[in-house]
């Protein structure tokens, strides 16, 4: 393709773009039509492998890093700047849905592809990149490979994590061929675009295409772990029983009532509980569950943990049950780069795409990328607003419209000096 050629009327191949989805899909699929890929199990190397061979296809230069995050390096004109980087995750939830994070890596690929097709020249190199568990539903917690990477966490500690079974991130890492050889760390990018599905109902409810979020909110994670007194459910009187689950159950409703009391942007949420001995005629003698804090103002977050963890001690010390309080995971509201979301904003109004400015209420590895680099998303509407579950999902027209403005987003930023 000449240089004369319009770089505004390039529109990537949706066509591609779906059958790249589909096929990413049919890996762990489940039979409700979602997909399970775990982070570093066998359908993620799988899925990994399929990756990697697509970015030898386009002789992109593929690097692993020691946390096994993969990137894709195009060449560009000006090779020495610092390229324009795009990507998400290929990880999902246990039975998740086929868009979360997988939608950005293929809608990069595509961009890659489209590049290639017209042989479109860049200045700046540009990147693709697919960061290892970024759900955080294996290995606790989410993010942790960008977080790595962007200096935030620690590689040791990281490679540390254990799953439910005891299984570490690192020698899962290695199980599967992905410790890679380079380091685990920052290297200069020019900027950063994530496209994600919104994986919330305000775009469908307000019928816009683009979602243009303008940061993330800041997310606290907490382990609560308290001991009852196990004990024979039948000759057991009710009185002066220590019953770890009935102590948790006080909690949980503390937390779901907690931000209707606080007000503003406050979400919190008790999303996974183990019970011991989890039988049914034995009083529950111990109980782990997590909380989940979030908001864009990250003292209210404080504020509300404040509340929930006086509350917390007493009803422990009232039914007595001795609690264990574990701070796991805590970070920032993420304020994008005014200037790439502004550019976000600009391409989907020239693409006649309706958008809508808001902010993530999902954590998204942009959060730890934009520590190190400018850093703005792109999304596209979840149909009723479901995801994390297998119905999760987006149309196809929707999906190749988001690749659309990332494609012009990447063209932007690496024509830049
Ligand atoms: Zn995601």
């Known amino acids: 393709m000449e240089d004369t050629v319009q770089l505004e009327d390039l529109r990537v191949n949706g066509e591609r773009l779906r059958q790249s989805l589909e096929e990413m899909a049919r890996i762990g699929a489940t039979p409700g039509g979602g997909v399970q890929r775990l982070a ?72 890659m592809r489209t590049l290639r097709d017209h042989e479109v020249e860049t200045r700046r190199p540009v990147a693709i990149a697919d960061w290892t568990n970024e759900e955080g539903s294996r290995f606790s917690p989410a993010m942790v490979a960008s977080g790595v990477w962007a200096g935030a966490l620690d590689l040791r500690w990281a490679c540390d ?23 685990c760390q920052k290297f200069p990018v020019h ?32 382990d609560v772990y308290l001991k009852g007194e196990a004990n024979q459910v039948g000759p057991t009187p009710m009185e002066g029983r220590h019953d770890a689950l009935c102590a948790a159950a006080e909690m949980i409703l503390a937390v ?48 509300a943990w404040g509340v929930l963890e006086k509350e ?9 049950c001795p609690v264990e309080i574990e701070e796991t995971w805590r970070v920032g509201h ?41 850093a703005a998303m792109i999304f596209v509407p979840s149909i009723g607003g479901r995801s994390h579950v297998e119905v999760e999902d987006t149309t196809w027209e929707d999906c190749e419209a988001g690749a659309n403005v990332l494609l012009h987003c990447v063209l932007e930023s690496a024509a830049e000096g």
């Open 312 to 320: 917390f001690r007493a009803v422990a010390e009232r039914r007595g």
């Open 256 to 303: 779901e009532a907690l931000p209707r009391e606080m007000g503003g942007n406050l979400v919190a949420t008790v999303g996974e509980i183990q019970n011991q001995p989890n039988s049914r005629n034995v009083i529950p003698g111990e109980v782990h569950f997590t909380v989940d804090i979030r908001s864009w103002e990250d003292d209210l977050a404080g504020r």
């Open 191 to 222: 900027a950063y675009y994530e496209y994600h599905i919104e994986q919330g109902p305000r775009l469908g409810r307000e019928g816009k295409l683009i979602g243009v979020p303008e940061g993330i909110v800041c997310l606290h994670w907490y």
């Open 161 to 183: 994590r254990g799953d439910v079974d005891g299984k570490k991130l690192g020698e899962e890492l290695e199980r599967i061929g992905y410790r890679g050889d380079v380091p």
């Open 40 to 111: 570093l199990s066998d359908e993620d190397k799988r899925a990994r492998d399929l990756l990697v061979e697509w970015l030898a296809e386009l002789e992109l230069e593929v690097t692993i890093d020691a946390m096994g995050n993969i990137f894709g390096r195009r060449a560009g004109r000006g090779d020495d700047l610092a390229p324009v980087m795009s990507g998400s995750h290929l990880d999902s939830q246990p039975r998740g849905g086929r868009f979360d994070g997988v939608l950005g890596v293929m809608g990069m690929l595509e961009v």
């Open 334 to 374: 993420s304020s994008f780069d005014p200037t790439l979301v502004r550019r976000v904003q600009e391409i989907a109004d020239a693409l006649d795409y309706p958008s809508l400015k808001m902010v993530s209420g999902a954590g998204h590895d942009a959060s730890y990328v934009n520590q190190v680099c400018p």
